[in-house]
């Protein structure tokens, strides 16, 4: 059985004994009965095989927002392509059961998939190159925002009690 030409089973290529991976897909080869012999593949099989182990470890991390159900599953679609398994959530406060799927998701992967995932959107120009702002960013520009608007309302003030006396 050695000596028994090995089959890709995906693309179902033949290759001499002495080869281990498909040239064409990248998959690892089989004896060339052994694919005719397997139950076929289901659906859910076979994403699963498109996962990559090293890209399961960690905390979740949103890495997508999108608009809707459809938008969310497309973005999920792109990630599995490339081995990143991922997961949808509804926002909060957008749970409403009569239209399970309108309002808008997020799109989480596990945190040892988030720089591939990233790039991936990158790429697709679903998400800006820009990194995440973090949260003292934004407290800070708030802070700005907040004493430019105390600025604005006294200097109204001052011109309003200029005018009226």
Do not use: W
Not at 12 to 28: K, L, Q, S, V, Y
Not at 84 to 108: I, K, N, Q, Y
């Amino acid at each position: 059985m050695a000596a028994a030409p090995l089959a890709c089973p995906r693309c179902h290529a033949g290759h001499p004994a002495d080869e281990r991976f498909c040239r064409a897909c990248g998959m690892p080869l089989v004896h060339a009965g052994a694919a005719e012999d397997e139950a076929p593949v289901s659906e859910l099989q076979a994403r699963a095989r498109k996962i990559k182990p090293q890209y399961t470890e960690g905390e979740l991390v949103r890495v997508a927002g999108a608009s809707n159900q459809a938008e969310a599953e497309f973005i999920q679609g792109m990630l599995l392509e490339e081995g990143v398994p991922s997961l949808l959530r509804r926002r909060p406060g957008f749970d409403v059961p009569d239209f399970m799927a309108g309002g808008p998701r997020d799109v989480l992967v596990a945190a040892s998939g988030a720089p591939t995932a990233r790039e991936v959107l990158v790429e697709a120009e679903i998400v800006s190159g820009d990194p995440p702002a973090s949260s003292t960013t934004s407290a800070i520009r708030l802070l700005a925002g907040l004493l430019i608007a105390v600025a604005i309302v006294g200097v109204v003030l001052f011109m309003a009690l200029r005018v009226g006396v």
